[in-house]
């Protein structure tokens, strides 16, 4: 792909939040100063500290967001894909990013100029309103998940994860691919490894089987129980011969 947005792009672009009550003159107007670019999986975008400079939308690809705790871990906040924004806080808080953002696959990020865009919000007030909302959301979305996790075992953080990714939660047999790493979904999900190994294993008596990236679920609904529950529904992993 070249350095040029594509429609795919402009949709991408439509469905975020921060730019739901703009036209597509006025947003191609904040844009125009801007073009994708191209990052390989380990580039560092910004560390913890530095400044502000600028924010990210992501086109394609997958970006870790980490910050170090005062005894010196690494704690991963999230894990971003397509159609998210990286850091459009920070311009706000102090001028500094509050945590350190990294490529974690090959990706395309449309990098936004925080003068460009301070100057857009001081002259279009449809955007402030989109940037507020974008806010609110990500503030619900966070406290959401941390009541969530809050109440599970590793286990069932594990399977709400994997149910995530699968089109329908009642559904019985589903094949998905992991969306990147175990070691970074483990840190993801606030796990050391050998934890996120052990809920594995204890997966597999509700038919959840592991080959590399690729995950087979016997059955989503009872999986998706599990998760929400605690519960196990014992599933037999030979039903019908397969493997």
């Not at 350095?3 to 703009?22: H, M, P, Q, V, Y």
């Not at 959301?137 to 075992?153: A, F, M, S, W």
Request: with cysteine; hydrophobic share 40%.
């Amino acid at each position: 792909m070249g350095n040029a947005l594509t429609e795919r792009d402009w949709a991408c672009l439509k469905g975020i939040s921060l730019f739901a009550r703009l036209g597509e003159d006025e947003l191609a107007e904040i844009l125009k100063s801007t073009a994708p670019k191209q990052f390989p999986r380990g580039k560092l975008l910004f560390q913890q500290g530095d400044k502000a400079s600028c924010f990210y939308i992501i086109l394609d690809g997958l970006v870790k967001i980490t910050r170090t705790s005062p005894d010196g871990d690494e704690v991963v906040i999230g894990v971003f894909g397509p159609g998210s924004m990286v850091a459009e806080i920070a311009m706000f808080l102090n001028g500094r990013y509050p945590a350190s953002a990294e490529v974690v696959a090959d990706s395309r990020l449309l990098p936004i100029l925080a003068s460009s865009f301070k100057a857009a919000i001081i002259s279009n007030p449809d955007l402030a309103l989109g940037m507020l909302a974008s806010t609110s959301r990500r503030v619900r979305d966070l406290v959401e998940e941390l009541e969530h996790i809050k109440g599970q075992t590793g286990a069932q953080r594990v399977a709400d994860f994997i149910v995530g990714l699968c089109p329908q939660c009642d559904e019985r047999e589903a094949h998905i691919d992991l969306p990147y790493e175990k070691g970074l979904i483990a840190a993801r999900l606030g796990m050391k490894p050998e934890s996120f190994s052990r809920a594995l294993k204890r997966l597999r008596q509700l038919g959840v089987q592991i080959q590399r990236d690729h995950v087979k679920i016997a059955n989503v609904e009872v999986l998706n129980h599990f998760a929400m529950t605690g519960e196990v529904i014992p599933v037999d992993t030979d039903t019908k011969g397969k493997k």
